[in-house]
């Protein structure tokens, strides 16, 4: 509450909160109560009369403070970072702790803060010992066994049924979500992520009848102009026909970490920080209304590489059976090219290696480069400048078999704690402020691209500057649009691509058929974006979500579906970021719901996969055939 007090509601709503917090803490101790139940029924009679006895007592209620009040300052540093309670981030990062340990040390000041722990746990320690525990803990030690016993089992029945009966879901909706973040408990509300990592849409979500869901989307997914390749099908396959002929240039994607759309307005407290990509975006093609799925790195991977909407729970990314997975690398090596993905730090976190490696890319990470190819690093990775030369490296290999590329790029360096090379820029390293690591990662691009104009690949190459996701995401709704908002601009230095603004809305599922677009491809896909250039604008919209809401947004109609079968409507005025509660509109609703469930479908059933190369060819010539009876027909 003191963390966010400027963005939380002080009104009756807070006390509500207080309110449901009451109940999840009472559900958090009824869990904590059980092992120290359990342990007083099976402890010999007078045990805490014995000297050792009380020892082993203190050292446990000293370590149960100290863990305690360690949680209390993790829930702190997780607020800090994500304005929410712990969630499915806590939970991977739980998976990943020795990346999260060392980031932390690298961050915070952890001797001190685990020192202070220590002494306030100790100070509590002394507190509750002198308070009667002794006395309590002898008398309860030398009641009867079977007394301990029955009341023992009675108190444990309890606690689990007190534990089973609460429900996070009871926790009702707020005006403000800060309001409702503080109604939970964090232990309770980490241990709730935990147990559902992966929701099923149809039982967490509203749905509509799988045929009707299907039918729905093959209107939405035609938009642009697509023709349906198998409409009779539970499949979103479709062939997009251009005129005239194909450019094979070199694709380099740069993701950015964490670059919100803000941070290139040049107002505010991140003006000036971006010079360097000012400058591209005005020989660029930039889209100005371009939105992230989601709020985690690997959920922008998802949706840049599959045109997938984020289905509920963990990405596809960290999923089981997610290999041989249609992807728009898959769509470049059947053009010819070679693909790779490039991660300056170990891509095993968040089974990037495994999921890229087993769709098709060369993975090169800080494992795959000897230890002289790391300049400077922390424990994210190698900084920009390091990664971007490896990859330099790697087109000039390619390039000299005689082959096109396209790469995934993702850099680390705009992460906490904001660590780079010292005299790059005029701020310095470690700052613990974002200020840093954006202008580093301003520099770093700039840099890159200035040695890559001596490359005689250079002019034959588009260069993508696009971010995974944004620098924040809480707000006071459980959507907020804003707060999705990141760059996208696509610079073709050799000046075969348009160049300008486009202002449709969009988001990252529309980022594949778009670039294939550009290069005026004709080709089969299962894409769930649009190609936004041929998009109608007022068709224009955008998928976000997270882990358990899931939104799709246009006409200024945000739709957004929550567990429990739940769905709200707003109206979203893009200009003063501001939104109303409406009406629920069936059509709205109905495309929202389309988009999941349809998403959901065909990858729990195995059906979102790679062609190969007979099934490419063979959809091309059913495709051109097709659209060449279209072009008579017309």
Request: proline share 5%.
């Amino acid at each position: 509450m003191i963390k966010s007090a400027q963005e939380i509601s002080w009104d009756l709503s807070l006390l509500a909160a207080f309110g449901w917090g009451l109940i999840y803490d009472i559900g958090t101790a009824s869990w904590l109560a059980i092992p120290f139940i359990l342990l007083q029924m099976v402890l010999p009679e007078h045990f805490f009369e014995r000297r050792w006895g009380r020892i082993a007592m203190q050292a446990i209620l000293f370590i149960f403070l100290y863990s305690m009040l360690f949680c209390l300052a993790a829930e702190w540093v997780f607020w800090d970072e994500f304005g929410v309670r712990f969630n499915f981030i806590a939970v991977d990062y739980l998976v990943y702790t020795k990346e999260v340990i060392d980031n932390i040390f690298e961050s915070y000041p952890m001797p001190l803060i685990l020192s202070g722990i220590a002494l306030l746990s100790l100070i509590l320690h002394i507190v509750i010992w002198r308070t009667g525990l002794p006395a309590i803990l002898a008398a309860n030690s030398t009641a009867p066994a079977g007394n301990r016993y029955k009341f023992g089992a009675f108190a444990c029945a309890g606690a689990i049924a007190v534990g089973l009966i609460i429900n996070q879901n009871w926790l009702p909706d707020f005006a403000n979500n800060y309001n409702r973040e503080l109604g939970k408990n964090g232990l309770w509300s980490l241990f709730v992520a935990f147990k559902e990592n992966e929701l099923d849409f149809n039982r967490f979500f509203p749905t509509i009848p799988v045929d009707k869901a299907f039918q729905f989307m093959r209107g939405e997914l035609v938009e642009d102009g697509s023709i349906l390749l198998r409409p009779k099908e539970k499949d979103t396959l479709r062939f997009y026909s251009k005129e005239g002929p194909e450019l094979n240039l070199n694709v380099i994607q740069i993701t950015v970490e964490s670059l919100s759309a803000e941070f290139l307005d040049n107002t505010g407290p991140y003006a000036n920080l971006t010079p360097n990509l000012s400058a591209l975006e005005q020989k660029s093609l930039v889209f100005d209304n371009f939105y992230a799925t989601g709020t985690r790195t690997d959920r922008g991977m998802e949706a840049l590489t599959l045109s997938l909407p984020p289905t509920p729970g963990r990405s596809l990314v960290k999923r089981p059976h997610n290999e041989g997975l249609f992807t728009l690398g898959s769509i470049f090596r059947m053009k010819g090219y070679d693909t790779a993905f490039l991660y300056s730090g170990f891509g095993y976190f968040d089974n990037m290696n495994y999921f890229f490696g087993n769709n098709g890319y060369k993975v090169i990470d800080r494992n795959a480069v000897s230890r002289d190819d790391v300049t400077f690093a922390n424990v994210w990775g190698a900084c920009d400048e390091d990664l971007y030369r490896w990859t330099m490296r790697e087109a000039d290999a390619i390039h000299a078999k005689g082959k096109p590329f396209y790469f995934f790029v993702m850099t680390t360096s705009n992460h906490r704690p904001f660590t780079f090379p010292e005299g790059r820029i005029d701020l310095p390293s470690k700052t613990s402020e974002r200020r840093g690591g954006i202008k580093y990662s301003d520099y770093a691009i700039g840099k890159f691209i200035r040695d890559a104009s001596s490359k005689p690949w250079f002019n034959n190459t588009v260069f993508v500057i696009v971010a995974d996701h944004c620098a924040g995401s809480a707000g006071k709704t459980a959507l907020p649009v804003e707060n999705y908002h990141i760059p996208l601009i696509i610079y073709a230095p050799g000046g075969q691509l348009p160049t300008g603004h486009i202002k449709t809305i969009s988001s990252q599922i529309d980022y594949a058929p778009t670039l294939l677009g550009l290069l005026n491809w004709s080709y089969p896909s299962r894409f769930f974006g649009h190609d936004i250039r041929s998009t109608p604008p007022e068709e224009g919209d955008a998928i976000i979500g997270n882990y358990q809401t899931l939104g799709h947004i246009e006409e200024g109609k945000f739709v957004v579906l929550k567990t429990v079968r739940k769905t709200v409507t707003y109206r979203y005025d893009f200009t003063s970021r501001s939104m109303t509660k409406m009406p629920l509109d069936a059509e709205p609703i109905t495309e929202t719901i389309s988009y999941y469930q349809v998403a959901s479908y065909l990858y729990k059933h195995g059906l979102y996969n790679a062609l190969t190369a007979d099934e490419f060819a063979g959809y091309m010539t059913q495709g051109r055939t097709i659209a060449a009876k279209a072009q008579l027909t017309q």
